[in-house]
């Protein structure tokens, strides 16, 4: 079959090269329909059913834009979450979804589209950089996810909102946690950069046989993208790599 993927706002959901999220996918799928919604369109999910959904990083004053445009549509959200349809929101994106965006320095603290409870606070002095490598469901034990956080915000969610992976190395939504970004169903959050999917191949296959179970996932450039991605597993994998701000801290 051939695949729908909406990629919202892109005029302001630009940053850290992620968008090469969704050009990767193109590549591998070059029958795919890519639809890119700006921010005075209506939204593709709003009447149709895409079969991924993505938003990448945005400036603060884009989160707070995105917001405004989504919240409308939260109940559509809601339905084609439970309903199994395929998101994947990636860095700061998954804020946009929480219950509130709190930013002293720049002074706001804004209610998000409360698609889940969490909660992000900015700190636009306090930019954590670090990595993160940890495993998901998706692939198997000896392929885990690697990528690379630099953000001004850290969130806060209670234990039941599942996370996207647990961190072996690196922290998770904040600092004093190893639970990275949000799961529920096929919706993907993560606070992750890199791009994901293009430092990813093994999770990029599982991805693309959720979206086509039909149809052999093919990769493109795989054996480029395997053979850069073993070369990074290696360099995780050097303790001499890791700093000690990348860990977990108790509270």
Same mark, same amino acid.
């Not at 990275?180 to 296959?205: A, D, K, Y």
């Not at 993208?225 to 360099?235: G, K, P, S």
């Given at each position: 079959?051939?695949?729908?993927?909406?990629?919202?706002?892109?005029? !302001? &959901?630009?940053?850290?090269?992620?968008?090469?999220?969704?050009?990767?996918?193109?590549?591998?799928?070059?029958?795919?329909?890519?639809?890119?919604? %700006?921010?005075?369109?209506?939204?593709?999910?709003?009447? @149709?059913?895409?079969?991924?959904?993505?938003?990448?990083?945005?400036?603060?004053?884009?989160?707070? #834009?995105?917001?405004?445009?989504? #919240?409308?549509?939260?109940?559509?959200?809601?339905?084609?979450?439970? =309903?199994?349809?395929?998101?994947?929101? +990636? *860095?700061?994106?998954?804020?946009?979804? %929480? +219950?509130?965006?709190?930013?002293?320095?720049?002074?706001?603290?804004?209610? %998000?589209?409360?698609?889940?409870?969490?909660? &992000?606070?900015?700190?636009?002095?306090?930019?954590?950089? @670090?990595?993160?490598?940890?495993? !998901?469901?998706?692939?198997?034990?000896?392929?885990?996810?690697?990528?690379?956080?630099?953000?001004?915000?850290?969130? +806060?969610? =209670?234990?039941?909102?599942? @996370?996207?992976?647990?961190?072996?190395?690196?922290?998770?939504?904040?600092?004093?946690?190893? !639970?990275?970004?949000?799961?529920?169903?096929?919706?993907? @959050?993560?606070?992750?950069?890199?791009?994901?999917?293009?430092?990813?191949? *093994?999770? +990029?296959?599982?991805?693309? %046989?959720?979206?086509?179970?039909?149809?052999?996932?093919?990769?493109?450039?795989?054996?480029? &993208?395997?053979?850069?991605?073993?070369?990074?597993?290696?360099?995780?994998?050097?303790?001499?790599?890791? *700093?000690?701000?990348?860990?977990?801290?108790?509270?």
């Amino acid at each position: 079959m051939s695949l729908t993927i909406e990629m919202l706002f892109p005029e !302001v &959901a630009n940053l850290h090269g992620d968008n090469a999220n969704i050009a990767y996918l193109a590549q591998c799928r070059p029958d795919a329909r890519i639809v890119r919604t %700006g921010l005075t369109d209506t939204p593709e999910f709003v009447s @149709g059913r895409p079969d991924l959904v993505y938003l990448g990083p945005l400036t603060e004053q884009g989160q707070l #834009k995105a917001i405004q445009r989504l #919240k409308p549509h939260r109940k559509r959200i809601d339905d084609l979450i439970e =309903s199994g349809t395929s998101f994947l929101f +990636t *860095h700061n994106a998954l804020e946009v979804f %929480g +219950t509130r965006i709190r930013n002293d320095e720049m002074g706001y603290d804004e209610p %998000g589209v409360g698609v889940f409870q969490l909660e &992000a606070t900015l700190k636009m002095f306090g930019r954590y950089n @670090g990595k993160v490598i940890g495993r !998901v469901p998706e692939v198997a034990v000896d392929a885990p996810v690697v990528g690379y956080k630099s953000q001004f915000s850290m969130v +806060t969610a =209670s234990d039941e909102v599942p @996370g996207f992976l647990t961190a072996d190395r690196g922290i998770g939504r904040n600092t004093t946690t190893a !639970v990275e970004g949000v799961r529920r169903n096929n919706f993907i @959050g993560t606070s992750l950069i890199g791009p994901l999917l293009v430092m990813n191949p *093994h999770f +990029t296959r599982a991805l693309l %046989g959720r979206l086509d179970p039909d149809s052999e996932p093919v990769l493109a450039h795989e054996r480029l &993208a395997v053979q850069a991605y073993e070369a990074r597993l290696t360099d995780f994998g050097d303790d001499r790599r890791w *700093h000690p701000f990348e860990r977990v801290q108790s509270r």
